[in-house]
């Protein structure tokens, strides 16, 4: 089976512009994505609208695709990807991963239990999730909780606490029941990923903010892998700096 990873990468962040080429330890962030994902896929490209992400790219010796400035999300923006790496390479990949840019410290698991989904002839989209463990992040809008059946495929993913755990104290929720938040990263058959771009924006998307909901309402199967393991994204300098601080540390 061959695969494609996508790190999309914009230049213009509110909480963090640049953070794409931010410097870790001698390194842009986007190189040190770039490597982990190489790690475990040959075929890797960044997917960029800036030209300084894409010089930097370049300099590392990685791959790079400028793509247009006016996506409204990653996905978008690894089908225009997708299509230019096709036509550039002759390469045809049967996945697309769609890797966030600002993990520098991707665990590689995250990248084999993804791709080990698809051995399964019927997974259409797979994406991972993470036991939560505390109050504060069954809380947390910014984790957004997803809800899986018995086949290991999510049924739904919401910013809110679900589901509700009716005659119990909140705050004990999570002892109680196996919640899960949702772990950024995900995988594609390559058809799908094109046909779920040409999806008009849903109303459960719209109301929580959360893209993948739009393919579950038009009935596309999510499947999902359990992780153990949580890399830290940099959302904001703040994020970058107590990420530093524990290397420092260890």
Known sequence: MNFLGIIPARYASTRFPGKPLVDI???????RVYESVAKVLDNVVVATDDDRIFTAVEKFGGQAIMTSDQHKSGTDRCVEALVEYVDKFSYHPDVVLNIQGDEPFLNIEHLQ??????????????????????FDELTNPNYPK?????????????????????????QSWHEKYTYYKHIGIYGYRTYV?????????SSLELAESLEQLRWLENGYSI????????????????????????????
Request: glycine content about 2%.
């Open 25 to 31: 330890k001698g390194k842009p962030m986007i190189q």
């Open 113 to 134: 239990k993804l791709c080990a989904c698809f051995t399964d002839s019927s997974c259409q989209i797979a994406t991972l999730v993470k036991k939560i463990n505390s």
């Open 146 to 170: 997803v809800v899986l059946n018995n086949r290991k495929e999510a049924i739904f993913f919401s910013r809110s606490a679900i589901p509700y755990y009716r005659g119990e104290d909140p």
């Open 193 to 201: 990923l094109k046909e779920i771009s040409n999806l008009p924006q």
């Open 223 to 250: 499947k999902v892998d359990i992780t153990n393991i949580e890399t830290p994204s940099v959302d904001t300098p703040e994020d970058l700096e107590r990420i530093l601080a524990n290397l420092d540390r260890q």
